[in-house]
């Protein structure tokens, strides 16, 4: 039939929970039937969950996999659908999309092209399959064909009728190479793509991959359909649902981001009939007579009425002028929200100074809850945290803050009148629970304790880092046991400049369960929270401002670990922090030495600092980087936002014991003195 009614069907789900995953994935079909769709694509790996790790290689899990599997192939009646799994086959794991067409397994596709940079390691669990092999696996009691194949859907009994749907597969990193698998599907009449995928959010990236399945629906002249996974899935990486269908080069329909979900159907019509015109003008290559990439099956399509011309719609936010910001705001809350649910924590406590970092972790939190509000509802948002009963009787989203979001603020002698104004205005604007406690005399127990030790008084000329790391580390026993005592998550609250330099103090404000912000740098953050006061948050058609970050937007970033009278400030004691992040990409995305980051450095900030400065800076930088990976080894989980992630377990290694690029560094200094030239450098020969 030429008019066929497909959909993208996101899913939220969970490594290794079956039930759910398998719950998740049969509502989707459900759902789907109820819009009367005929074909429909769900995400990679998505009954196992695609962040299973190293329990890949147990043979338990695919076993578990093929069991959900059979469950869901029950609930198809009347649809064809694409669900995703791990296979293993001749002793090797394979990343697989099963098709099902009206509760009949038609066979696997295997993947062809494993995602192994970033945060992805598939090669360490899967082997990519071989393009052009074909074989047979054995799957409760039948054979079915596995490998490189395109499913020719026919409502006649007739082998090799030509009226049938070809439908193709390429799963997620398949389409981002050059050589990819739709290039074949074109020469052997392609009908329609499905792309299972589970890419992670990353700033913007909805963008570029619009922009693939766009020029992909052109270039092949076909539909493409393109699904992804929902949420934190895992704990570091976040999905934001995004789906979308295209055809002949024109998009059809994108889908929801950030949902609150468990599951979402996009769907739309699409016209084999007119995709195929566009092959039959512009094919000029001779077609294979190999045909052992050709599999059949069953499935009638039904007639379905013509519609009115599709164009997809732009989500509010996205229209505003401030898509990083809403991007944020939406991927981390999401995050928190599903970390809350999954790992059954009854809310978030955080040691709030009044400064940026832990202002903006609290300011993330309520904006949580407004989100989840605006996507589901607050029913549903009691319904998904059911198990938190402090919350069941809640009527607004300040009553469901105070069961939720717990502040503690810890002054010293060192603290100030406006930091304490910072936090409790903050806290209640969004309506968290706020306490107030001095620990000073803690500090000075501490340190009577090793005077009498050591022998003599400490002193700020002799042991300034001692002494500012015991106040920060004697915050975290009190802060860790509100925490437990409420069964909540502690959030530490580093952001990702400071893990880049190691200014932070372990066991002190490195203290948590989970880091929301060692993904962002504190330049970025800054704005951030000043877009969050003035502008504000995308929701319910209202911008949502948080009033109470007034305050701390009008201090300087300061540790507040010195006497006040020496009025500390973090980029007094680091640099400036638009020189720290522009430097961090330089020297560790990039990877560019020092003299390169230098160079770099000295053309955009000549004139603006003294070339002593920006030398002095860069030596800094790259002493503290190296100095300081051990630190980032130990930093609490956090979420994946760009390709400026330091995460050492998902994206950044570097050893913890290094040369601390002397060598480099005397070269630099070398090269700001004039010593180094182009001539002067020594050439190998041979």
Known sequence: ????????????????????????????????????????????????????????????????????????????????????????????LYNAACLISNKQIVGFYCKQNLANNGIHYEARWFRPWQAGSVESIEVNQMIYPIGDIIFDLTNS?????????????????????????ARRHYERGIDIILNPSASHFAFHKFITREKLVVDASRSF????????????????????????????????????????????????????????????????????????????????????????????????????????????????????????????????????????????CTALCGLMIRLADESIGMKRVKQKLSYIKEIQSAKTEEDIALALIHNIYQGTENSSTDTLESAQSLAESIGSTFYNININGLVETYKGLIEDQIGRKLTWQQDDIALQNIQARVRAPGVWLLTNLSNHLLLATSNRSEVAVGYATMDGDTAGSISPLAGIDKHYLRQWLQWLEKAGCEVKGKHIKIEGLKKVNSLQPTAELRPLEQTQTDEADLMPYEFLNILEKLAIRDKKSPVESYRNLHVRFKGLYADEQILGWTERFFKLWSRNQWKRERYAPSFHLDDLNLDPRSWCRFPILSGGFEKELQELREYVAGSLSQGSRKRIGF
């Open 1 to 92: 039939m030429p008019l066929i009614k497909a959909a993208s069907g996101v899913v939220n789900q969970t490594p290794m929970a079956w039930e759910s995953n398998t719950k998740n994935i049969i509502n989707a079909i459900e759902e789907a039937k109820k819009q009367h769709v005929s074909l429909l694509c769900l995400p990679e790996l998505c009954i196992s969950g695609y962040g299973c790790d190293d329990y890949f290689f147990a043979p338990d899990l695919a076993a578990q996999a093929l069991n959900c599997l059979i469950e869901i192939v029950h609930e198809t009646s009347g649809i064809v659908v694409a669900v995703g799994l791990p296979v293993r086959h001749n002793n090797s």
């Open 221 to 360: 002249s076909c539909s493409y359909i393109y699904t992804n996974l929902l949420g934190n899935e895992a704990g570091r990486a976040i999905y934001d649902g995004d789906a979308m269908i295209a055809s002949n080069g024109d998009l059809l329909v994108s889908s929801q981001r950030f949902s609150y979900e468990d599951y979402l159907i996009t769907s739309a019509v699409i016209d084999t009939d007119y995709t195929r015109l566009s092959q039959v003008q512009n094919k000029i290559t001779i077609p294979s007579k190999d045909k052992t990439w050709r599999v059949s099956g069953r499935f009638d399509f039904p007639e379905i009425e013509p519609v009115l011309p599709q164009i997809p719609d732009i989500e509010p936010f996205e229209k505003g002028g401030a898509l990083k910001e809403e991007e944020f705001a939406r991927a981390v809350c999401l995050g928190l929200f599903d970390y809350l649910r999954k790992s059954r924590s009854n809310g978030f406590t955080i040691s709030l100074s009044g400064g940026a970092d832990s202002c903006a």
């Open 157 to 181: 009994q007739l082998q090799g009728n030509s009226q049938g749907v070809r439908i193709g597969f390429e799963i997620c990193e398949d389409a981002w190479v050059s050589n990819r698998p």
